[in-house]
């Protein structure tokens, strides 16, 4: 299983806008995410209400993880999403 551990680089966190956009990423993606904020539970990075219910502030750090052949690729590129102020 693949993990990468960022900080939300968006002035907002992951509210509304952001949050939007990272759903629809995972949806892209060809492989299952999960995040967690911290070292906390994960939830199905793929739920707009999952990820909203994480209350992730700008800073913040999240545990982004997948698992299968494109776990890496997958989670590099949402990985450089995040790190980037999506709000902009």
Do not use: C, K, Y
């Amino acid at each position: 299983m693949a993990e990468r551990r960022v900080r939300i680089g968006s002035s907002v966190g992951l509210h509304a806008r952001p949050a939007s956009l990272f759903v629809q990423a995972v949806h892209a993606s060809p492989t299952a995410v999960t995040i967690a904020r911290g070292d906390g539970d994960p939830v199905d990075a793929s739920s707009i209400l999952s990820v909203l219910t994480l209350n992730v502030a700008s800073g913040d750090e999240v545990t982004l993880r997948a698992d299968g052949e494109q776990a890496d690729a997958t989670l590099d590129a949402l990985a450089e999403m995040l790190e980037r102020d999506l709000d902009a």
